[in-house]
């Protein structure tokens, strides 16, 4: 596997919330840099016995109502 995508979602209280596609690996974060930082250990201690993915990649999923 050469990517590995994880949707992200912002909460109401501002932080983020990672869940990687086609994977059982959830992280958060308070920041964005947080959240980067967690994925990137989250992914090395899920792959920690076999080949890790070379790119990671956040996609930011973005939900607004308009009134």
């Given at each position: 596997m050469s990517e590995l995508v994880f949707e992200v979602t912002q909460e109401i209280d501002g932080g983020y919330v990672a869940e990687a596609l086609g994977e059982s690996i959830f992280t958060e974060g308070d920041t964005w840099d947080d959240l980067c930082t967690n994925v990137r250990e989250a992914?090395?201690?899920?792959?920690?016995?076999?080949?890790?993915?070379?790119?990671?990649?956040l996609h930011l999923v973005r939900d607004e109502v308009l009134a």
């Open positions: 992914v090395k201690a899920y792959y920690f016995d076999r080949p890790a993915p070379d790119r990671l990649r």
